[in-house]
């Protein structure tokens, strides 16, 4: 059995499909084609490591895709697009993808942001776990950094690797402000830009959404009004 990591890239483009397989393959990825929407989700199982989704797309949309994927796997989603208004990104955030690279894109470009998913996620999945382990508890929130689950309660919470990182970041440093920059500076590994702020705010609410009995008044990540937010 090859051990290869595996990506899905789904366009409705064959052009671009094979412009990035043929990239990736250089790389020693395996790479799965899918043409659109309900194509990619039939292809997605638990022996995916990345998918690669364009916006615009017969069908069901990139959008709708990548939150129905969502449902079946936590592996990162990049969204490769013409779409590039904020607008665009803050949807794509929404609906559970963990990066965002415009139409047209350089092989580095994409090759480093694949190769930054991968690594983040294999250490996120403990496929590359440091040595040292913790179970963080605040209230009725439990961060156990061995197996990277998160309860509340006696509720399993099911996060992706960006959402996990955020928490873990603000769990151990309680009580402390991360400012939109110290969070993206943190979590992304990448210089801090204006619009970076939408992109945090919208993971923020994710994790709020499923960590919070009531997400408008919240019990564990707080905002500091024109500072940041905390947990508690």
């Given at each position: 059995m090859s051990s290869a990591k595996r990506i899905l890239i789904t366009d409705d483009n064959q052009e671009i499909r094979e412009i990035v397989r043929v990239l990736l393959e250089s790389e020693n990825y395996e790479v799965i084609e899918a043409v659109n929407g309900d194509d990619a989700i039939?292809?997605?199982?638990?022996?995916?490591?990345?998918?690669?989704?364009?916006?615009?797309?017969?069908?069901k949309s990139g959008f709708k895709t990548c939150t129905e994927i969502r449902e079946i796997t936590s592996a990162p989603i990049l969204f490769l697009t013409a779409k590039t208004s904020d607008s665009d990104k803050y949807m794509a955030f929404s609906a559970g993808s963990d990066d965002y690279l415009s139409k047209p894109f350089s092989y580095t470009e994409l090759v480093s942001r694949v190769k930054a998913l991968l690594r983040r996620y294999y250490i996120y999945k403990g496929k590359d776990k440091p040595a040292a382990s913790e179970t963080v508890t605040i209230k009725e929130l439990t961060v156990n950094t061995y197996s990277n689950e998160v309860t509340v309660g006696q509720k399993e919470i099911v996060l992706t690797e960006i959402e996990y990182k955020i928490l873990l970041l603000m769990a151990q440093h309680r009580k402390k402000i991360f400012s939109a920059q110290n969070i993206y500076e943190s979590v992304w590994e990448e210089p801090y830009f204006i619009n970076c702020n939408n992109t945090v705010m919208v993971h923020i609410r994710n994790l709020r959404m499923k960590l919070e009995n009531n997400p408008q008044d919240p019990e564990y990540i707080k905002t500091v009004w024109g500072k940041g937010y905390r947990i508690e």
């Amino acid at each position: 059995m090859s051990s290869a990591k595996r990506i899905l890239i789904t366009d409705d483009n064959q052009e671009i499909r094979e412009i990035v397989r043929v990239l990736l393959e250089s790389e020693n990825y395996e790479v799965i084609e899918a043409v659109n929407g309900d194509d990619a989700i039939s292809k997605v199982d638990n022996n995916i490591d990345l998918i690669i989704l364009d916006v615009m797309m017969p069908g069901k949309s990139g959008f709708k895709t990548c939150t129905e994927i969502r449902e079946i796997t936590s592996a990162p989603i990049l969204f490769l697009t013409a779409k590039t208004s904020d607008s665009d990104k803050y949807m794509a955030f929404s609906a559970g993808s963990d990066d965002y690279l415009s139409k047209p894109f350089s092989y580095t470009e994409l090759v480093s942001r694949v190769k930054a998913l991968l690594r983040r996620y294999y250490i996120y999945k403990g496929k590359d776990k440091p040595a040292a382990s913790e179970t963080v508890t605040i209230k009725e929130l439990t961060v156990n950094t061995y197996s990277n689950e998160v309860t509340v309660g006696q509720k399993e919470i099911v996060l992706t690797e960006i959402e996990y990182k955020i928490l873990l970041l603000m769990a151990q440093h309680r009580k402390k402000i991360f400012s939109a920059q110290n969070i993206y500076e943190s979590v992304w590994e990448e210089p801090y830009f204006i619009n970076c702020n939408n992109t945090v705010m919208v993971h923020i609410r994710n994790l709020r959404m499923k960590l919070e009995n009531n997400p408008q008044d919240p019990e564990y990540i707080k905002t500091v009004w024109g500072k940041g937010y905390r947990i508690e």
